[in-house]
């Protein structure tokens, strides 16, 4: 009812308006004729432009309407697509696997890693302000030289072996064939044998290639012990414990171990030969424990020994290592902290040339390295090392060393090593100020035991 | 002779105790599930979708890692040596830990190529393949970009690899693993139609990313690709490269830089700074936001970018 009172007086509102412009108009048109006629011209102009407007809104209808088509279209196969599954990649058929060697999963043709070759370009400048000792002394003066090329070569020979060798020159050494040995890949219970020329499971730091170490050079007190890297020629067996805790047992026989008692060896001729009870042989167990998600803690220990001959030994190998790993790539990504302490108790023979004996010692020694290394930033690292150890041999030979290292990676294939040394002890004082300069080309990676 | 039959018996009972504790002590606990060594996180979810209680799953990367710089950790090795599969996201994703964490758990199963070794990349069809192998390109993944697994869509293939694989290996649960891939499947295609409507706002974004890693996230939902803060895939910016990318983001106009939670946030909170831009934090893995599964962590980077380009538009 309300509805129809407001609109009637809506309408009486209107008729009176009309009534009024009605009774003003002519008024208007009687007042002044010229201003009809310009009324009359706007009038038309309008007209004109209501055309002109009515045109273009039958125009933008007709598009529209022409565009809701298309529209609907549109929806009505996205439609279809989304109830095929949501893109056509989904409901199209697989595409092949990348490898014609299996139909589960995509790997690298055969060609790309097979064999894995890699170089590696290790250089450096040092300068010494003393002559130092003559077990781990370095000549005075400065020098440039190729620290180590390495080739390195591996590969799977066939679904129970694999091989590899790595073949090195330096600047003062020459050529050698520092690795070339066969692993097996498919013994059960955990088992894999290691035979050749390789370095031996000893510690930690021992086994390691030079381009792999965190410093620029091995720890003095590693190069006395161990005699170098731990290079040798033999066989290994390790058994990888089948629990959830991680324990691996390597156990090994060899002629000799340490790449400069291996090299001594090589040098007598036949008379390398010996009985096989003055053969070397090696147990070294460790374990792992993850402390927290991202701290974890290594611990090993080493036996080596030569059970009788001139050369009879007992070197007895501790090997702690935590880290902090993150594994997010902050300013701060992680420490090491890794320390080795070694007890040798070695027989040292010298004999003339008809094999009388001249001189026999048996000195018991013991020294290590402790170190500590931080990463920064995903490109760079710095640490400081400590060693202190006593040659397996000598006499008023204990040197301390203090090593300051800082490395820069411009890219995981690429690094620059600045390193400082300290060295005191029973004989001259010496500071050694060393860069290096390491690239590797190709395919590099020692794998598990250096990472 | 009673006598001695019943110490014979006895004898035997003994044996057979010591032998059952011995086995027990190398076995570890009982267990009916299959067991799953999940190279990501994302994986591992999916997986863990598919397998429901038939699998127990122990995953590797954390999700606030980068996935190229996974530590190698010996526990892992005792995890894969006794695994009945390994799922790994492919496509070399993992080259930093897996082959060397594979090549010391002796076990022949789980090795490439072998029936349980799962490769949920099977079925993707991957983008940035490089023509050419040269490390002036940076670190590039020989069979294409890997991050695939931003991509929802791509969600589905890597669901469909998993749960065939998870099949392969145990025939006897492939009825659970069928029912479980379409759980998962019905519920990620509710899910992705609800994003594409929510990421509607992402179409025609130019932005910046980290590093490599937007490109199928890109694709789905019309990003615009314009540069990234490394100077190429696993090299660190440089300054050079740093003054190209804030030219190129003032020439063009960007407002969005995209930080992957895995890496230093500094870099990429001063290069928005002096472009005007804005950051979204977002993982390239499940769980780096605090979502562990692989559907809220899709989830999650999309609010993160819408949250950021909403924010741009509005202020």
Same mark, same amino acid.
């Given at each position: 009812?309300?509805?129809?009172?407001?609109?009637?007086?809506?309408?009486?509102?209107?008729?009176?308006?009309?009534?009024?412009a009605?009774?003003?108009?002519?008024?208007?048109?009687?007042?002044?004729?010229?201003?009809?006629?310009?009324?009359?011209?706007?009038?038309?102009? !309008?007209r004109?432009?209501?055309?002109?407007?009515?045109?273009?809104?039958?125009?933008?209808?007709q598009?529209?309407?022409?565009?809701?088509?298309?529209?609907?279209?549109?929806?009505?196969?996205?439609?279809?697509?989304?109830?095929?599954?949501?893109?056509?990649?989904?409901?199209?058929?697989?595409?092949?696997?990348?490898?014609?060697?299996?139909?589960?999963?995509?790997?690298?043709?055969?060609?790309?890693?097979?064999?894995?070759?890699?170089?590696?370009?290790?250089?450096?400048? =040092?300068?010494?302000?003393?002559?130092?000792?003559?077990?781990?002394?370095?000549?005075?003066?400065?020098?440039?030289?190729?620290?180590?090329?390495?080739?390195?070569?591996?590969?799977?020979?066939?679904?129970? *072996?694999r091989?590899?060798?790595?073949?090195?020159g330096?600047?003062?050494?020459?050529?050698?064939?520092?690795?070339?040995?066969?692993?097996?890949?498919? *013994?059960?219970?955990?088992?894999?044998?290691?035979?050749?020329?390789?370095?031996?499971?000893? $510690?930690?730091?021992?086994?390691?290639?030079?381009?792999?170490?965190?410093?620029?050079?091995?720890?003095?007190?590693?190069?006395?012990?161990?005699?170098?890297?731990?290079?040798?020629?033999?066989?290994?067996?390790?058994?990888l414990?089948?629990?959830?805790?991680?324990?691996?047992? !390597?156990?090994?026989?060899?002629?000799?171990?340490?790449?400069?008692? *291996?090299?001594?060896?090589?040098?007598?001729?036949?008379?390398?030969?010996?009985?096989?009870?003055?053969?070397?042989?090696?147990?070294h167990?460790?374990?792992?424990?993850?402390?927290?998600?991202?701290?974890?803690?290594?611990?090993?220990?080493?036996?080596? $020994?030569?059970?009788?001959?001139?050369s009879?030994?007992?070197?007895?190998?501790?090997?702690? !290592?935590?880290?902090?790993?993150?594994?997010?790539?902050?300013?701060?990504?992680?420490?090491?902290?890794?320390?080795?302490?070694?007890?040798?108790?070695?027989?040292?023979?010298?004999?003339?040339?008809?094999?009388?004996?001249?001189?026999?010692?048996?000195?018991?020694?013991?020294?290590?390295?402790?170190?500590?290394?931080?990463?920064? =930033?995903?490109?760079?690292?710095?640490?400081?090392?400590?060693?202190?150890?006593?040659?397996?041999?000598?006499?008023?030979?204990?040197?301390?060393?203090?090593?300051?290292?800082?490395?820069?990676?411009?890219?995981?294939?690429?690094?620059?090593?600045?390193?400082?040394?300290?060295?005191?002890?029973?004989?001259?004082?010496?500071?050694?100020?060393?860069?290096?300069?390491?690239?590797?080309?190709?395919?590099?990676?020692?794998?598990?035991?250096?990472? | 002779?009673?006598?001695?039959?019943?110490?014979?018996?006895?004898?035997?009972?003994?044996?057979?105790? &010591?032998?059952? &504790?011995?086995?027990?002590?190398?076995?570890? +606990?009982?267990?009916?599930?299959l067991?799953?060594?999940?190279?990501?996180? #994302?994986?591992a979810?999916?997986?863990?979708?598919?397998?429901?209680?038939?699998?127990?799953?122990?995953?590797?990367?954390?999700?606030?890692? #980068?996935?190229?710089?996974?530590?190698?950790?010996?526990?892992?090795?005792?995890?894969?040596?006794?695994?009945?599969? @390994?799922?790994?996201?492919?496509?070399?994703?993992?080259?930093?830990?897996?082959?060397?964490?594979s090549?010391?758990?002796?076990?022949?199963?789980?090795?490439?190529?072998a +029936?349980?070794?799962?490769?949920?990349s099977?079925?993707?069809?991957?983008?940035?393949?490089?023509?050419?192998?040269?490390?002036?390109?940076?670190?590039?993944?020989?069979?294409?970009?890997?991050?695939?697994?931003?991509? +929802?869509?791509?969600?589905?293939?890597?669901?469909?690899?998993?749960?065939?694989?998870?099949?392969?290996?145990?025939?006897?649960g492939?009825?659970?693993?069928?029912?479980? @891939?379409?759980?998962?499947?019905? &519920?990620?295609?509710?899910?992705?139609?609800?994003?594409?409507?929510?990421?509607a706002?992402?179409?025609?974004?130019?932005?910046?990313s980290?590093?490599?890693?937007?490109?199928?996230?890109?694709?789905?939902?019309?990003?615009?690709?314009?540069?990234?803060?490394?100077?190429?895939?696993?090299i660190?910016?440089? +300054?050079?490269?740093?003054?190209?990318?804030?030219?190129?983001?003032?020439? #063009?106009?960007?407002? @969005?830089?995209?930080?992957?939670?895995?890496? #230093?946030?500094? &870099?990429?909170?001063?290069?928005?700074?002096?472009?005007?831009?804005?950051?979204?934090?977002?993982?390239?893995?499940?769980?780096?936001?605090?979502?562990?599964?692989?559907?809220?962590?899709?989830?999650?980077?999309l609010?993160?970018?819408?949250?950021?380009?909403?924010?741009?538009?509005?202020?």
């Amino acid at each position: 009812m309300r509805t129809t009172e407001s609109k009637r007086a809506s309408l009486r509102l209107v008729l009176a308006g009309c009534a009024i412009a009605l009774f003003l108009a002519p008024a208007a048109a009687r007042s002044a004729p010229s201003e009809v006629e310009e009324l009359r011209s706007q009038l038309d102009a !309008t007209r004109e432009e209501l055309a002109t407007t009515k045109q273009t809104l039958t125009q933008t209808q007709q598009e529209l309407a022409a565009t809701r088509g298309t529209l609907q279209s549109l929806v009505e196969r996205v439609d279809a697509i989304q109830a095929a599954g949501p893109l056509p990649a989904v409901s199209a058929a697989p595409p092949p696997p990348v490898s014609a060697g299996s139909s589960t999963a995509r790997i690298l043709p055969v060609n790309a890693d097979n064999p894995a070759i890699s170089f590696v370009v290790d250089t450096e400048v =040092a300068t010494d302000h003393h002559r130092s000792f003559g077990s781990i002394g370095f000549p005075t003066g400065t020098d440039f030289s190729l620290r180590n090329a390495e080739l390195f070569i591996s590969a799977p020979i066939d679904p129970f *072996l694999r091989g590899y060798a790595s073949i090195n020159g330096t600047s003062d050494e020459g050529f050698d064939v520092e690795e070339a040995a066969l692993i097996t890949t498919a *013994l059960p219970w955990g088992l894999t044998v290691k035979g050749g020329r390789f370095f031996a499971d000893f $510690g930690r730091l021992p086994h390691w290639h030079d381009e792999a170490l965190p410093f620029v050079d091995r720890p003095p007190s590693i190069e006395r012990f161990i005699g170098g890297e731990s290079g040798s020629e033999g066989v290994e067996v390790s058994w990888l414990v089948p629990t959830d805790h991680f324990i691996e047992i !390597t156990a090994g026989a060899y002629d000799a171990v340490g790449s400069e008692y *291996l090299e001594e060896l090589n040098d007598d001729g036949f008379f390398g030969r010996r009985n096989v009870d003055e053969l070397s042989y090696l147990v070294h167990p460790h374990t792992y424990f993850d402390l927290t998600d991202s701290l974890n803690l290594e611990v090993g220990g080493t036996w080596l $020994g030569v059970p009788a001959g001139d050369s009879e030994r007992n070197t007895w190998g501790v090997d702690v !290592t935590l880290r902090h790993q993150p594994g997010t790539t902050g300013v701060y990504q992680g420490f090491v902290w890794g320390t080795e302490w070694l007890w040798n108790d070695q027989r040292f023979t010298e004999r003339d040339d008809d094999g009388s004996l001249i001189d026999r010692m048996r000195p018991s020694r013991s020294g290590g390295y402790s170190y500590v290394e931080a990463f920064f =930033a995903r490109r760079y690292s710095a640490g400081l090392r400590y060693d202190r150890s006593k040659a397996p041999d000598g006499e008023r030979d204990l040197a301390n060393t203090v090593s300051a290292f800082f490395t820069w990676k411009p890219s995981e294939f690429h690094r620059l090593r600045l390193q400082l040394d300290d060295v005191w002890g029973d004989q001259q004082d010496n500071q050694r100020l060393t860069l290096q300069w390491t690239a590797f080309i190709g395919s590099h990676s020692h794998g598990f035991a250096q990472r | 002779m009673a006598s001695h039959s019943a110490s014979v018996r006895m004898s035997i009972h003994w044996i057979a105790g &010591l032998g059952m &504790l011995l086995a027990s002590l190398v076995a570890g +606990p009982a267990t009916a599930s299959l067991r799953v060594v999940a190279s990501m996180p #994302d994986v591992a979810d999916i997986t863990k979708q598919i397998g429901g209680d038939r699998v127990s799953i122990v995953t590797i990367a954390e999700g606030t890692q #980068d996935p190229h710089k996974v530590p190698v950790k010996p526990s892992f090795v005792s995890k894969l040596h006794r695994a009945d599969a @390994l799922v790994v996201q492919g496509l070399g994703l993992e080259h930093a830990f897996v082959p060397a964490l594979s090549e010391a758990a002796r076990n022949a199963r789980i090795l490439p190529g072998a +029936p349980a070794y799962i490769d949920a990349s099977l079925y993707v069809t991957p983008l940035e393949v490089p023509s050419s192998q040269n490390r002036t390109q940076g670190e590039l993944h020989p069979l294409g970009n890997p991050h695939f697994n931003l991509d +929802p869509v791509q969600g589905k293939l890597m669901a469909r690899a998993i749960a065939e694989g998870l099949e392969r290996v145990d025939p006897d649960g492939a009825e659970a693993y069928r029912a479980g @891939l379409a759980r998962f499947e019905a &519920l990620l295609d509710r899910k992705i139609a609800e994003w594409q409507t929510l990421a509607a706002p992402l179409r025609g974004v130019k932005a910046v990313s980290y590093h490599e890693d937007m490109v199928y996230l890109a694709e789905r939902y019309g990003i615009e690709r314009v540069g990234t803060i490394e100077v190429k895939p696993g090299i660190p910016a440089t +300054p050079r490269h740093v003054e190209d990318l804030l030219a190129t983001m003032k020439r #063009d106009n960007v407002k @969005l830089v995209i930080h992957e939670v895995s890496y #230093d946030p500094g &870099l990429a909170e001063s290069i928005a700074e002096r472009t005007g831009a804005r950051v979204a934090t977002i993982s390239a893995m499940a769980g780096g936001l605090g979502h562990a599964g692989y559907i809220d962590s899709i989830e999650a980077n999309l609010k993160a970018l819408l949250a950021a380009v909403q924010g741009e538009s509005a202020g």
